[in-house]
């Protein structure tokens, strides 16, 4: 393992010293012997340079062409904004349709249970009964289910709006 200069701080500070300014000739004689401080130095000296080059090559917006993106956001928020009753009213067309569905469904179950006898006997092992209407207990928890699909979309709208 080996052990740091102890001349490394005075390298550095000549390192990171502005460009126009000599360095010492008691630095430059050590660093011509010692190799971890000339290391040093030329990283230290790099990297100072670069620094130099990044901040004279940055560009800041100007008043202006701020104005012109915080415009342009803006309108995007309201775009959004403006977009948001569009997305509920078609959530709340599709639970319409599904509603219709189903209750074309319900209507027609007549002709699916003719339909689907077959099926229904091999896999319900021929429960006539499992094909009944909903009654009672059965009845409401269609019921409530059909509440819920109806009214998921207004509640998923209600939650992630942004006011």
Not at 58 to 84: F, K
Request: a negative charge.
């Amino acid at each position: 393992m080996t052990h740091p200069c102890t001349n490394e701080e005075a390298v550095l500070a000549a390192a990171l010293a502005p460009p126009d300014v000599p360095i010492a000739d008691e630095a430059t004689a050590h660093m011509a012997e010692c190799d971890s401080c000339r290391e040093l130095f030329l990283l230290a000296t790099t990297l100072r340079d670069d620094r130099s080059a990044a901040i004279a090559d940055a560009h800041v917006p100007s008043a202006g062409q701020t104005w012109w993106r915080a415009g342009i956001r803006a309108r995007q928020e309201a775009a959004a904004a403006a977009g948001r009753p569009i997305t509920v009213a078609t959530g709340l067309a599709a639970a319409c349709v599904v509603g219709l569905l189903l209750s074309v469904t319900g209507a027609l179950a007549w002709w699916l249970r003719a339909a689907l006898a077959p099926a229904a006997r091999v896999l319900l092992d021929a429960n006539p009964s499992a094909w009944a209407m909903p009654t009672g207990m059965w009845l409401v928890v269609c019921v409530v289910a059909l509440v819920a699909m109806l009214a998921a979309p207004v509640v998923l709208y209600v939650a992630t709006r942004e006011d």
